[in-house]
């Protein structure tokens, strides 16, 4: 049978925002976010990820994508993304796959719409159209700059400016997706050929990162884009957790001699306990040193690092000894000393209250705040994943469906 190929180009070089494919929207690698859109869909039946790279290309097989690994030549900044596309085409032609439609995504798009994107399949597939790709409703004026720098209007009479009820709308290209016959693709070289058509996708999906603004501006509205599943499990082989703002509520009590009382939670001394009868590690970094600390990882009997001035590179060191992926450790954290060990991470979680940069960084964010079954509460998600269940393993789900 002729499949539903969807692929992802991913080159390992990019001048605007250095290793853009692998930098984290929603706690998540741009990469990730893409290949977990195809996969969502049931019209796609396979996802592939072109690339040059080997870290892109290991992080690619993490999110559940086959690897084509593509020529230097095909690589560098004039190679147009045609060509990839061609030559995982081939790559596959060698396998013996037969593709009948073909779907480009672009890892630079964080926002995919998933259902659009189906729409754009059935397009193609009903012979609609030969194209489909993504397009979001504009009812702006477009201006250029002529040669001594004075406006000129583009595609409306600057002297008669109807309303905008009055008016119809053009559509804007976002570049998240492109659909086309594959074959159709092959003799044209080019994503837009004979009868082509778009889908319209809301504005807050439409989104290109090619700058660190940009990044920096998808981050922000990440956790806006869908609702979080606060249900949601959270696949994980190892738990790491900061202190303070995490077991506790961030708070103190000095007593007159001098020693420091924290408020912790039974709740997630229970989780804790749950977690080491599933034989899943947990680890407590702490940057600061503390009798209180010592004294509720030996209660909790969990391994702990304190005292830290290198908070990723200690859990580096932990992951390693034992022999556990960064990218199956779920990271529980509040404030920006945690965010390098969230960038690590294949789960960077957050507490509701946490520092908005910590917010930003995480895949998910938990219910309960810090001191009251924050702890608790990722237990049981990391446990939930371990659970026998009837339904398909939604891991590849897209960040933004975790806070998003």
Not at 370 to 382: K, P, Q, Y
């Amino acid at each position: 049978m002729r499949e539903t190929v969807a692929v992802i180009p991913a080159r390992g070089g990019s001048k605007g925002v250095p290793r853009k494919n692998l930098r984290r929207v929603g706690g998540v690698p741009l990469v990730g976010r893409a290949i977990a859109a195809a996969l969502a869909s049931d019209r796609i039946d396979r996802v592939l990820v072109s690339t040059d790279d080997a870290e892109i290309a290991a992080a690619a097989q993490e999110w559940g994508a086959e690897i084509v690994h593509r020529p230097a030549h095909l690589a560098g900044d004039t190679a147009p993304s045609e060509s990839a596309l061609l030559h995982a085409l081939a790559h596959l032609d060698a396998s013996g796959v037969e593709v009948g439609v073909l779907a480009f995504l672009q890892a630079t798009s964080p926002f995919i719409d998933v259902s659009a994107l189906a729409d754009a399949v059935d397009l193609v597939e009903s012979h609609t159209f030969d194209s489909a790709f993504s397009a979001t409703e504009s009812y702006g004026f477009l201006w250029s700059r002529g040669k001594k720098g004075d406006a000129k209007a583009l595609g409306h009479d600057r002297e008669h400016r109807p309303r905008r009820q009055d008016r119809e709308p053009h559509f804007l290209e976002t570049g998240a997706f492109y659909v086309m016959d594959a074959a159709g693709f092959r003799d044209a070289r080019h994503r837009f050929f004979g009868r082509t058509g778009f889908v319209p996708v809301p504005e807050r999906t439409a989104l290109e990162i090619d700058s660190e603004e940009q990044l920096a501006l998808a981050r922000a509205i990440a956790p806006l884009v869908a609702v979080a599943d606060a249900g949601e499990a959270i696949h994980a082989d190892a738990v790491v957790t900061d202190f303070d703002g995490v077991h506790t509520d961030d708070t103190a009590t000095i007593g007159s001699d001098g020693r420091e009382y924290v408020r912790v939670s039974r709740s997630d001394g229970m989780g804790i306990a749950r977690l080491r009868r599933a034989e899943i590690p947990v680890l407590i970094l702490s940057t600061e040193e503390s009798p209180v600390v010592s004294a509720r990882a030996a209660k909790l009997r969990v391994d702990v690092r304190q005292g830290l001035d290198d908070k990723a590179a200690a859990l580096r060191e932990w992951a390693s000894s034992r022999r556990i992926p960064l990218s199956r450790i779920a990271y529980l954290g509040n404030d920006i000393n945690d965010l390098a060990c969230l960038e690590l991470v294949g789960w960077p979680v957050a507490v509701p209250d946490a520092h908005p940069l910590v917010l930003a960084a995480a895949r998910a964010v938990v219910a309960r705040p810090g001191g009251a079954g924050a702890v608790r509460e990722l237990a049981d998600r990391v446990l939930r994943a371990r659970r026998p269940s009837p339904l398909p393993d939604e891991s590849a789900v897209p960040a933004e469906r975790n806070q998003q």
